[in-house]
């Protein structure tokens, strides 16, 4: 939290520095277009801007660029350094619990519906439900023997989000992945295991399967119930541990 505090300060110190003592209604569509540090101050404040929003901030813009100038032109301060460390600490300490329950309630939300997609789901022709709870469809049958565990796998796939959202996709990329099956999440452990090189699944992993309480970046919320298109392309058995002398 205070490495996003710092930064933002530091990005709008650089508009500042860039834009100089021009007021907000002195800056016109032309002077953006006609001066280069203009332009750069303002995209700066516009990018500042939208990343303070998007993380929820709730402080009076006006104090902020009041205290900004005061502390950057060395003009007297309205508070003394321990109110301000105490506010900043009050102001951390509010921010840290509103996302913290902003979080528990997107889980609560997103586990809800991913528990009453997958309680449909699994009544549709062709869906196959494990004692775990992974469910799959099987699209096309491979041949040959299934990997195990610890075997490297080489597939295709394509991840979403209930919603549709594409998080992320080994297609676009043109590119298969390859990696021990042991080392992703649990549903792709369990759900792999029962393909044959060739086949194709679509698996609907709930979250225990998946990335859980947690999420994973910025897309796959907390309990997010996710859904992979899966094609096995092959798989090599994991090389012997060689024995200790």
Not at 9 to 33: H, L, P, R, Y
Not at 105 to 128: C, I, P, Y
Not at 156 to 173: A, P, Q, V
Not at 198 to 222: C, V
Request: glycine letters at 10%.
């Amino acid at each position: 939290m205070k490495k996003v505090i710092f930064c933002a300060i530091m990005t709008v110190s650089m508009f500042f520095c860039a834009c100089g003592n021009c007021a907000e209604g002195n800056i016109t569509k032309e002077k953006i277009d006609s001066d280069k540090q203009v332009k750069f101050g303002y995209a700066l404040g516009s990018d500042v801007g939208r990343n303070l929003k998007r993380q929820n901030f709730d402080f009076d813009t006006a104090a902020f660029l009041a205290g900004f100038k005061a502390a950057f032109t060395g003009s007297e301060s309205k508070m003394t350094e321990e109110e301000i460390g105490t506010a900043l600490q009050e102001f951390q300490t509010e921010m840290i619990t509103k996302m913290a329950e902003e979080r528990q309630k997107q889980a609560a939300e997103n586990k809800e519906t991913g528990d009453k997609f997958l309680a449909e789901n699994k009544t549709k022709e062709g869906v196959k439900t494990t004692e775990s709870g992974l469910q799959y469809i099987v699209e096309k049958e491979g041949e040959g023997e299934s990997p195990a565990a610890e075997d490297i796998v080489e597939v295709h796939y394509r991840g979403t989000l209930l919603d549709g959202t594409e998080f992320d996709s080994s297609y676009k990329r043109e590119q298969p992945a390859k990696f021990p099956l042991n080392r992703v999440i649990k549903g792709w452990t369990e759900g792999v295991q029962l393909m044959k090189k060739g086949a194709k699944y679509k698996f609907f992993i709930p979250p225990e399967l998946a990335y859980g309480e947690g999420g994973a970046g910025e897309q796959i919320g907390p309990n997010s119930t996710l859904i992979f298109e899966v094609e096995l392309l092959s798989f090599e058995k994991a090389p012997k541990k060689e024995e200790s002398k």
